[in-house]
């Protein structure tokens, strides 16, 4: 028997007839998510797509998902390896690029499909430590006591059951140095229902502190089942930060970007970043301008509470840390 949440993963949308079915969207949309669909799959998790206003091809959750002609135009400057992670990468499945944190990418699957993606072209199946290779990067971590914290990533480390992710933190947590586990995801947006007692029974139970950063990038993301979620992650004694990715038409004004503050932080999340685009090949259409983005990062902070404010951030191949757009 599948959990719930592992249901809702294999049930996701991913023919694109069916989608502009039920969002009751024209047809003439179907050729071009067909083919953009081949690059990089349509996916779509049903609850999801029930946030979306049905016939608005304008909205900002469809807008994120969407296969479109745009992506695969080759623009200059636009690359399939954006960041340069190949540099950074000693051992399959871990990335060592900025001192003290590792970040691993556990698997290749996701709950949702981001057409945005700066991961939509890396090569996974070359990158995925799998049971067999989990030794090696084990055997990293705990080779270089520098390491303090492990950063959860992929794909969606949450896309994995709570029993191979027990599995792998019980053996982080015999490593002396490390103090902090960090868990990047966005399934709690996309398919909340992977919120759930063994979720939180097992975060409750790790020794190392952890911090859990999602993935939200417009408010309508956050319906009841959304915050019921964010709730009981909470209370498991998790620190909740949430990134965004500033993207046009989406969420590229004062508005949207303050009410997601104002309702991330009414759930128990802190805004930590607003990245800029990363500049992956096929899409450049989200990209908003660096002035614009500093314009709408300084009205962001005339209006809200310090503690409100994500910063607004780049990833510079060969940079220290993400930098703050300002330097
Ligand atoms: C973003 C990122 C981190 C974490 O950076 P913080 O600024 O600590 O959030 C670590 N490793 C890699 C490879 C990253 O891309
Ligand atoms: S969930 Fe995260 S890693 Fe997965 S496609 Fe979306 S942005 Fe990329």
């Known amino acids: 028997m599948k959990n719930p949440w592992q249901k809702a993963l294999i049930e996701a949308i991913t023919d694109p007839k069916e989608l502009l079915e039920v969002l009751e969207l024209p047809h003439d949309l179907l050729s071009e998510m067909i083919n953009a669909s081949k690059l990089f799959p349509l996916k779509v998790p049903r609850s999801y797509m029930a946030r979306m206003q049905k ?39 871990l990335l060592h690029k900025y001192k003290s944190r590792v970040l691993l990418t556990m698997t290749g699957v996701c709950g949702v499909h981001c057409r945005f993606c700066f991961r939509r072209h890396f090569p996974y199946n070359d990158n995925n430590p799998g049971k067999s290779g989990w030794n090696d990067v084990i ?146 259409h989200f990209d908003i301008d660096r002035d614009t983005a500093k314009q709408l990062h300084v009205e962001l902070t005339a209006r809200l509470s310090g503690y409100l404010v994500p910063r607004l951030v780049k990833t510079t191949p060969g940079a220290p840390a993400k930098l703050s757009i300002y330097t």
Request: some cysteine.
């Open 139 to 284: 055997s990293y971590i705990a080779n270089d006591t520098s390491i303090h914290e492990v950063i959860l990533s992929g794909g969606d480390p949450l896309a994995m059951n709570d029993h191979l992710l027990s599995d792998f933190t019980e053996k982080l947590a015999e490593i002396p140095h490390l103090k902090r586990l960090r868990i990047h995801t966005r399934m709690p947006i996309v398919i909340p229902e992977r919120v759930n007692d063994e979720l939180i029974t097992w975060i409750s139970q790790l020794s190392l502190k952890t911090t859990v950063v999602i993935h939200c990038n417009h408010t309508n993301e956050i319906d009841a089942d959304v915050k019921l979620g964010l709730a009981k992650l909470a209370q498991s004694g998790a620190l909740l930060l949430n990134q965004s990715v500033l993207l046009k038409n989406i969420n590229d004004n004062v508005e949207t970007l303050c009410e997601l503050s104002e309702n991330l932080f009414a759930a128990g999340v802190l805004p930590y970043y607003l990245h800029v685009l990363d500049k992956v090949q096929g899409a450049a």
């Open 55 to 93: 016939g608005n091809r304008h909205d900002p959750l469809l807008l994120q998902v969407l296969p479109i002609d745009l992506e695969e135009k080759e623009v200059n400057g636009y690359a399939k390896d954006p960041l340069e992670e190949k540099k950074y990468n000693p051992v399959p499945g």
